[in-house]
């Protein structure tokens, strides 16, 4: 087996997948650098990775749908955007270890761009797509369910406005909405600094300060869900 299908192979047991076309793969791994001739766009992973995004946001769509039934759409929109943004992508290219397996230009690789967080997640994305183009949906989904899964059930940020998990906190257990106040406001017109105070009958209360009162507001809210235990304060 030559090196290139040696370090192909590699790629197919880090993602689970075995390809029957292999060129596919391998377009999937090649920066627009390393190509060299006529239509370099066209023989590089940039159509791959507008196929894989398309693919990924299907797939994710779908596990999201069944995995929170009771989700309304505003909330599957907001962890379909956390699941495939750029930062996600990367890391899962990171987890499949396809780094080291990028073709890049001299100047590119010297450079150290395999390990860039744009480069890492487009090829992620062009992995996706190599696996639907070679395998079908059931094969991408797959692979996507094996990779983003983890990600699905941890997600890494809050997917919710402090806001709005607060009054839904609030509305289980029988109170009113919860009522926000201005306590200062510092600082010259051009950049004021607000303290705002959040209230709950029966709850003491929790004081933020933000660049605006909108972000004030969110800084309690989250504050006052720490102080309770719904959220982690690395969650808010």
């Known amino acids: 087996m030559n090196a290139v299908g040696s370090d192909l192979a590699s790629v197919e047991e880090r993602i689970g997948y075995r390809f029957r076309d292999r060129s596919i793969l391998e377009l999937a791994l090649s920066h627009i650098s ?3 001739g006529e239509a370099p766009r066209l ?4 159509r791959m990775e507008f196929l894989g995004d398309h693919v990924l946001g299907s797939v994710v769509s779908h596990m999201l749908y069944l995995a929170f039934p009771e989700g309304e759409e505003g909330e599957l929109s907001r962890r379909l955007a956390e699941l495939v943004r750029e930062e996600a992508c990367a890391e899962v290219a990171q987890d499949m270890d396809l780094g080291p397996f990028i073709r890049l230009g001299p100047g590119e ?3 150290g ?3 860039r967080r744009a480069i890492l997640a487009d090829v992620a994305e062009g992995v996706v797509a190599a696996v639907f183009l070679d395998g079908g ?3 991408a989904h797959q692979v996507v369910e094996r990779f983003w899964r983890p990600r699905l059930e941890t997600p890494r940020r809050p997917l919710r406005d402090a ?3 607060l009054q839904e ?3 289980a257990r029988g109170l009113p909405p919860p009522s926000y106040r201005e306590v200062t406001r510092s600082g010259p017109d051009h950049a004021p600094r607000f303290t705002v105070a959040v209230d709950l009958p029966g709850l003491a209360s929790e004081q933020a300060d933000g ?3 909108q972000n004030a507001q969110k800084a309690a809210a989250a504050a006052f869900l720490v102080r309770e235990g719904v959220w982690k304060k690395d969650e808010s």
């Not at 023989?43 to 940039?46: L, P, V």
């Open 137 to 139: 949906y059931e094969a």
């Open 211 to 213: 660049a605006s009162k």
């Open 43 to 46: 023989r590089s992973y940039q």
């Open 109 to 111: 690789s010297q450079s």
């Open 34 to 36: 390393a190509v060299k």
């Open 113 to 115: 761009a395999h390990k």
């Open 169 to 171: 906190w609030a509305q």
């Open 163 to 165: 806001k709005t998990v």
